[in-house]
Each structure stands twice: as structure tokens, then as C-alpha cells.
């Protein structure tokens, strides 16, 4: 929890938001929404009316199952029409691609915690996402239907290295990549490299799978560095890869 106090203590000093008996900040005026969003590549917030709302509860204790998403409170409602929601809400931002998801808390009649849980986890897409049943909800539902992925073995030096160099790099693809781990090591993750014509003792590689046009390509085996995950990402951009040999053989699935 201290990246949330840390986030308190910090948008406090503003002087435009304040902290109630959860310790968790609230949010006075959009200025300081936009700073608590910006704070994280993932943020919660609860967009209620008070701590007596229906759904403080619940986000309060899903808060503290899952404590690397920063959350916070706004019962400002110029500040909620702001972020286009005209009743009480819990709304996720996320910067991978710049995506705000909303549980509306009018529809939500038999909230419960482990749900608010699950309603963070499926949607808490980020720079670097690791591919799994939960994650992949929100993988697949965003905007951005073009994943860079980097396919290694967890347990492997290079998966740490390499999870976190690709990760480094994500920013600058914001809006038109998603940035996606598969753990070649995971039995339930063999359709994905199969799909690419893979092997778990073929990894690392890194690919890319454009959900557009169901199209794959991997890059050419050799040294993984930024500089060719760059330009592989901006040859899709500029078309060109549209003529090179497609990655695998398997006929379209999910991946």
C-alpha cells in the first residue's frame, strides 16, 4: 500500500483533494483527477457521493486485495461529467491505451468485492501485459487490436530482461500496440505458439499479431534488441510487412 499513501500524500499537497477515515484520497476538481490518472499506468477511482455510496465498501476492500492499482474517491459531479458519467461509477484508466472503463454502479445492484476484484484484474491492461485467461478479457476487448508479443519462457533470465526492456519501449507505441508477454512454459499457452508455428524450445521470440486482419509475422531470429523490436513495430506501421511470409500455418483462432 504505499504507492497508494505515497499518492495520498501527494495530491494532498495540492491542496485539492483530501483523506477521509480510508486513507485514500478524494478528489476535489479535475485538475487533480488528471493528476492521480496520470500518476499510474493503472488507476481506480471511485466516482461516488460519499462513504455511506453503494459500492464504497466494496472498492475499499478490493483496494486492499489489490494493491499495485492506486485507487481514489471523487464525489465531485462537475468532475464525473468531465469524464463523461452522468451517475455513480468506479472507473478504470489505464495509459497502455489510453482507455477508461467504466462499472456502472446503477446496473450493479449485487456488487461485491471479489467481483470489483475481478472487474480490476480482467481490464488491468499496462505497458506490458502477461497473457492469461483473465488478462486476455481486456487484451482483447480494447481499441487497440495490434499486439506486439514476446513469447519466453518464465524462469529464463532472458524472460525478466527482456519483459522489462520491452516494457521500457511500450510508451512510445501508446494507441497502436498492445505489448504482450506469453509464457512459453505454460502448458495452456501452447495454442499461442503453435499458432506461430512455435516451440517452447525455440524462445525467445517476439511477434506480431494484427487482430484486424488475423495476420502474424515474427521477427527474423537473432539478438533481441530494442532498436529491431522498434523498427519491426514501425514496418507494420508503414505496411511493409504486408508482403512478408506470415509466421506458423494454423488456420485462425484465438490466441
Not at 479535475?30 to 493503472?42: H, P, R
Not at 506470415?246 to 483462432?253: D, V, Y
Request: proline share 2%.
Amino acid at each position: 500500500m504505499l504507492t497508494t499513501l505515497f499518492l495520498a500524500l501527494l495530491v494532498t499537497s495540492t491542496g485539492k483533494a483530501a483523506e477521509k477515515d480510508s486513507g485514500l484520497p478524494w478528489l476535489n476538481d479535475t485538475k487533480a483527477a488528471e493528476a492521480f490518472i496520470d500518476s499510474a499506468e493503472v488507476v481506480i477511482i471511485g466516482f461516488l457521493e460519499g462513504e455511506e455510496s453503494h459500492g464504497y465498501k466494496e472498492l475499499l476492500e478490493a483496494a486492499k486485495k489489490v494493491d499495485s492499482v492506486p485507487v481514489a474517491f471523487c464525489a465531485m459531479k462537475n468532475v464525473w461529467a468531465d469524464y463523461s458519467l452522468s451517475s455513480a461509477a468506479i472507473a478504470l484508466f489505464r495509459k497502455a491505451d489510453n482507455h477508461q472503463e467504466n462499472l456502472d454502479l446503477t446496473e450493479a445492484k449485487k456488487l461485491e468485492t471479489d467481483g470489483l476484484v475481478n472487474f480490476i484484474s480482467m481490464n488491468e491492461v499496462r505497458y506490458i501485459t502477461e497473457y492469461n485467461q483473465v488478462t486476455a478479457v481486456g487484451l482483447f476487448d480494447s481499441e487497440v487490436k495490434t499486439h506486439l508479443l514476446l513469447f519466453a519462457n518464465r524462469g529464463t533470465k532472458e524472460f525478466t530482461e527482456l519483459k522489462d526492456q520491452l516494457g521500457a519501449l511500450a510508451p512510445e507505441f501508446t494507441g497502436k500496440f498492445l505489448f504482450v508477454v506469453i509464457n512459453g512454459a505454460v502448458k495452456s499457452n501452447m495454442r499461442s505458439l503453435n499458432y506461430f508455428g512455435l516451440k517452447s524450445t525455440d524462445l525467445p521470440r517476439v511477434g506480431i499479431y494484427d487482430g484486424g486482419s488475423d495476420m502474424k509475422w515474427l521477427l527474423p531470429k537473432g539478438n533481441i534488441s530494442t532498436e529491431r523490436v522498434r523498427d519491426f513495430c514501425q514496418s507494420f506501421l508503414r505496411g511493409d510487412l504486408k508482403d512478408v511470409k506470415q509466421a506458423g500455418a494454423e488456420p485462425k483462432t484465438e490466441l
